[in-house]
């Protein structure tokens, strides 16, 4: 009789990503950029793309787009590596820089990815848990780091939006050995000055994680990068799996790069809507927690996202207030997508909501407010 192939047992028991991608009016759970590319730079987009053979394999190492980040950002193009999406180039770097010997530090709750690949790669994690407001516990953080092989922050931190300061980033990186990668896939949306990037022409073990999947509208081309001193970028491109990031991905990323600067308007309007989508999200918070019914915040953000806890008081549950999972399921039925946190251990009660059009923010407050039982409520201004 066949023998059942098994897969390892360190890994037995994974189970698929589920990005929850049912059909939806409204969709505020994978923090795209809901507006798009702009009419022009989609046709500049669409004209690249006619002329990009089939029959041939892409640029292994996507020079033309290295060359279009580095003038982007200032630094040399062989100090840019391109991958498919974030997630491949944060595989590659534990691939390359992690392992049995060398433990990463993660500051939890972040981004689930980090420890799911640091698993694929046997590499140790080492969670330090962040603060009740989900600041990073610096004094851990500095600790742990001493014995690390892999430092990964996030920031604008996924799922609460907190920043990470440079400063702290460049004590990190003078006070350890390790690898310190900052991940800033949502730094488009964040305050001016917070970026890392400029430590790395001065810090060898700085790395900066960026992605074209958010602020730049290439979610569907998966296209992300990193800067990083030569070894580090080298030894990302000895790993890389070739061919990875195809031609019709580098051309459009190529495109929209040189463009970018007719993105700026849309990217604004988010950031315009952000503290508007707090507010609302901030009253339904403060009026379930005046009521008695549950213990309710929405908290402050600097990326294209908001997150928002509610956690229903016995008094609440007696009256039949739902709990956040409840809420994430009748929201979708109402044709409204969010993403539902509330088993990420830390994130006890959350919903993490995309910053969309105005429209849309209002018809998610309109089916909370619904689901949650309050009537409707006055909006901020514009």
């Known amino acids: 009789m066949p023998k059942t192939p098994t897969l390892r047992p360190d890994l037995a028991d994974l189970e698929p990503y589920d990005p929850d991608m049912r059909p939806a009016r409204v969709i505020l759970t994978a923090n795209e950029n809901n507006y798009g590319l702009p009419d ?3 046709a500049a987009v669409d004209a690249a793309l006619s002329e990009v053979p089939t029959n ?3 640029d292994a190492t996507s020079p033309e787009l290295r060359r279009a980040l580095g003038e982007m950002w200032g630094v040399p193009a062989d100090g840019v590596v391109v991958g498919n999406g974030g997630d491949e180039i944060i595989f590659n770097l534990l691939l390359g820089f992690g392992g049995p010997t060398r433990p990463l530090v993660t500051c939890a709750p972040t981004f689930s ?5 640091a698993q694929l790669t046997q590499t140790p994690v080492v969670r330090v848990a962040r603060t009740e407001s989900f600041d ?17 922050v996030c920031s604008p931190n996924n799922p609460s939006g907190n920043l990470v300061s440079p400063a702290f980033v460049e004590r990190l990186a003078d006070q350890t050995d390790a690898l310190v990668m900052v991940d ?3 730094g488009e949306f964040a305050d001016d000055g917070s970026s890392c990037v400029p430590l790395v022409a001065a810090h060898d073990n700085v790395c900066v994680l960026r992605t074209l999947s958010k602020a730049f509208s290439l979610a ?3 296209v992300g990068y990193l800067i990083g001193s030569r070894p580090v970028v080298d030894g990302m491109l000895a790993v890389r799996l070739p061919y990875s990031v195809n031609r019709f991905s580098q051309r459009a990323a190529q495109v929209v790069v040189e463009r970018r600067a007719e993105l700026r308007p849309a990217l604004d309007a988010i950031v315009a809507e952000r503290p508007r989508l707090t507010a609302l999200l901030a009253g339904i918070a403060d009026e379930l927690t005046r009521s008695g019914a549950a213990r309710a915040q929405a908290f402050p953000s600097q990326a294209n996202f908001v997150m928002m806890r509610v956690i229903p008081t016995e008094r609440g549950r007696a009256d039949g207030l739902p709990d956040a999972h409840q809420v994430h399921e009748l929201l979708a039925e109402r044709g409204v997508l969010v993403r539902d946190f509330s088993s990420t251990p830390g994130c006890e009660g959350c919903l993490r909501v995309t910053v969309g059009r105005p429209a849309e923010t209002d018809e998610l407050v309109a089916r ?3 689901a949650y039982g309050l009537g409707p409520a ?3 201004a514009r």
């Open 136 to 152: 990073v516990d610096e004094v851990a953080t500095l600790s742990a780091a001493r014995d690390a092989g892999l430092v990964v």
């Open 40 to 42: 022009g730079v989609r």
């Open 368 to 370: 909370l407010r619904e």
């Open 184 to 186: 800033e896939a949502y």
């Open 378 to 380: 006055g909006d901020p």
């Open 56 to 58: 041939r394999y892409p």
């Open 113 to 117: 990815a980090y420890e799911l690949y």
């Open 220 to 222: 569907g081309a998966r």
